[in-house]
Structures are given as structure tokens and as C-alpha cells.
């Protein structure tokens, strides 16, 4: 009997781990910057201090989800899962845990049963989102809606169900029935933004051939050769601009122009969190708030500013406006040919 237990959790820890994959390896072809908003998976010492706060045995599928990756950041595309929802940190899944059982013993009753101790919350609307979400029934296995009231429906079948209908749209985007996947600034967006700035860049993601995998860069080589020789190099795909190296000198220049880009990467000014910070060969990769932007630095000072296709071309545009806005015709025709005459390696 308990090998008959031991093999079918084996098999749904499996399960979950290949669906994951699945999941990631897309959002690292085409959705770069949302991959960067999941956390490292957590270890079995984590897990098992999370299963002793909770007092409740966490299912093998479960934990082979946080052992990829326990959460995400705080950060703009954190909210990829199916439904637009967001894999909970593990203090998050504690807090709402401990609310809702407190909840059950203030106000449920019997007729109405607001929360079980087998129910465990691991996604929400948002990361930090209290209100409602998915959670996993440890007894059943089945993944329940919650919110602020009663009422707990069953949403999935399963984590291994969620994760690989997720995949399966993710990778034949036909089979999604209502809102399927799209791409904003490198994030997974499942539905058209509502605002109108947002609405313009969403993609819908259809897997064809015309829709190009984000591009895999060698950032070293490429900070490198900007340091040394002081030029920008553009990043290409499919022989389109995707995206522009800047030296640091060169883009102070720029913002100085165009009215400033904003500081560097490190918290918005609702708190959100940007992923740590990672190493690049002799450098160090920051990642910008919103978008695919990155800062790398050497040393502590900054070296190098990637910048998407559409931020360069809303950049330069505003620079050169402000500065043929005082010059003389005759000055503004001859930096308007400067501009064109500018050193671009197209090295990736």
C-alpha cells in the first residue's frame, strides 16, 4: 500500500515537473520578461518548515511545483498563470493560510464552512493579493476557487490539469476557449490591457511562423565591445531591430534631451520589485521596472543601458525634437543627417 502511494505521487510530482518545463521553456523562447519574474524554486528544507507552519502535508505535485520556482516577484508580467493569476511567495501562502483559518473560526459555522485546514492557497490575482485565488485541496487534489466569501468551486481537476492545459494553449494557442496568451514588452499576457498605451503594444500570441522567439543574446561580449569602444550595438531578430545597447555616456545624453527616462531599476514607487540583480561575465545585470530593459553595471557604475526597439525609437524621436527645437534650420538639417549617419552594429 505504501508503495502504491509512493509511486503515484512520484507520477504527479512528474507530471507537474514536465507541464513546468513546458511553461517555462516558452516564456524563456518568447516572454523572456516574465520569466525573469519567477522566484528560485524553493528547497525540501523550505517546503518542509512551510508544511510544519501549516500543520498540513503539502501533495508531492505541489511541491514539485515550489521546488522550480516558490513565487514570483513583484513586478510587472507576475501574473502569467491561466485566469491571470500569480504563483504566490511562500510567506504570502502563510498569510493567507492563517487569515482564512482564523476567518473559519470566527464565522464558520456548520451549514457554512469558509475555510479547511486542507486547503492550501498558492495562487492569487496577485502577488500579493488576498482577496481570491486558486488553492489546492490537499485531500482531494482538486484546485478550488477562494475569495473574501464563501463559496469554493472546483476550478481544475488538478495542479497537473491546470499546469498542462496551460502548456497545451501555450504551445497550440487554438485550443484556448476565451482569453488567449498575447505578448506585452516580453510579458505573457492573457488578455488584452485595458488601458489604451498597453492596449497598442498587446500582442495576441498565435505561434506562427511571422512571430519571432525573443532573442538569445551573448550580453557580455556585447557590454564588453560597448565599454571598449564607446559605440551602440542593436540586437536584431530575423534581421528587425528588437532591441538597442546604449553606452551609459551616450543614453545620459539622450535622456538629458528627450526630458529624462526615469532612475535606475530597483522599486517602483508602489513597491514593486524587480529580480535580483544577476551576473554577466565581468558585469552585472539589472533588470528595468516594466519591460525588457536592462542596466549593466562594472564595478558599481553603470556601463551599458539596453533599451527595447520601441522605447529607442520614442527616445530618439523626442531627443531629436527638443534639440532641432533650438537650432537654426540650417543646424537642424545638418544634425537630422548626423543622426542618420550614426554607427549601429547590428552584432545579434
Known amino acids: 500500500m505504501k508503495d502504491d502511494i509512493q509511486r503515484v505521487e512520484a507520477i504527479e510530482a512528474r507530471q507537474v515537473t514536465d507541464a513546468?518545463?513546458?511553461?517555462?521553456?516558452?516564456?524563456?523562447?518568447?516572454?523572456p520578461a516574465t520569466r525573469?519574474?519567477?522566484?528560485?524554486?524553493?528547497?525540501?528544507?523550505?517546503?518542509?518548515?512551510?508544511?510544519?507552519?501549516?500543520?498540513?502535508?503539502?501533495?508531492?505535485?505541489?511541491?514539485?511545483?515550489?521546488?522550480?520556482?516558490?513565487?514570483?516577484?513583484?513586478?510587472?508580467?507576475?501574473?502569467?498563470?491561466?485566469?491571470?493569476r500569480a504563483l504566490m511567495p511562500l510567506d504570502a501562502v502563510v498569510t493567507v493560510y492563517r487569515e482564512k483559518m482564523a476567518q473559519e473560526k470566527e464565522d464558520g459555522d456548520g451549514e457554512f464552512q469558509f475555510w479547511r485546514a486542507a486547503w492550501i492557497p498558492f495562487c492569487s490575482f496577485g502577488v500579493d493579493d488576498l482577496v481570491y485565488g486558486l488553492c489546492l485541496d490537499a485531500e482531494t487534489g482538486r484546485l478550488l476557487t477562494w475569495s473574501r466569501f464563501y463559496g469554493h468551486d472546483v476550478a481544475y481537476e488538478s495542479l497537473t490539469t491546470y499546469l498542462e492545459e496551460m502548456a497545451d494553449i501555450l504551445e497550440a494557442p487554438t485550443l484556448a476557449v476565451g482569453a488567449g496568451p498575447g505578448l506585452l514588452n516580453g510579458t505573457l499576457a492573457w488578455r488584452r490591457p485595458t488601458a489604451p498605451e498597453e492596449a497598442a503594444l498587446w500582442v495576441p500570441f498565435t505561434g506562427g511562423a511571422e512571430q519571432p522567439a525573443a532573442v538569445d543574446v551573448d550580453f557580455e561580449t556585447l557590454v564588453r565591445r560597448v565599454r571598449d569602444t564607446g559605440e551602440r550595438v542593436r540586437v536584431e531578430a530575423d534581421g528587425r531591430p528588437a532591441a538597442t545597447l546604449y553606452p551609459v555616456a551616450e543614453l545620459a545624453e539622450l535622456d538629458e534631451s528627450a526630458g529624462g527616462l526615469g532612475r535606475l531599476p530597483s522599486a517602483d514607487d508602489d513597491g514593486t520589485l524587480v529580480p535580483a540583480p544577476v551576473r554577466v561575465g565581468d558585469f552585472i545585470q539589472h533588470t528595468h521596472l516594466g519591460g525588457e530593459g536592462k542596466t549593466f553595471t562594472e564595478g558599481g557604475a553603470a556601463v551599458a543601458v539596453l533599451l527595447t526597439a520601441?522605447?529607442?525609437?520614442?527616445?530618439?524621436?523626442?531627443?531629436?525634437?527638443?534639440?532641432?527645437?533650438?537650432?537654426?534650420?540650417?543646424?537642424?538639417?545638418?544634425?537630422?543627417?548626423?543622426?542618420?549617419?550614426?554607427?549601429?552594429?547590428?552584432?545579434?
Open 310 to 348: 520601441v522605447e529607442v525609437e520614442r527616445l530618439e524621436e523626442r531627443a531629436a525634437i527638443a534639440r532641432q527645437g533650438r537650432m537654426s534650420p540650417e543646424q537642424a538639417a545638418a544634425f537630422a543627417e548626423f543622426l542618420a549617419r550614426q554607427p549601429t552594429r547590428p552584432d545579434a
Open 20 to 31: 513546468w518545463q513546458r511553461v517555462e521553456a516558452w516564456l524563456r523562447r518568447y516572454a
Open 36 to 84: 525573469e519574474a519567477l522566484r528560485p524554486g524553493a528547497g525540501e528544507e523550505e517546503i518542509a518548515a512551510l508544511q510544519q507552519t501549516l500543520g498540513v502535508r503539502v501533495p508531492a505535485g505541489l511541491k514539485a511545483l515550489w521546488g522550480r520556482c516558490a513565487g514570483v516577484y513583484r513586478m510587472p508580467g507576475a501574473g502569467f498563470l491561466l485566469d491571470q
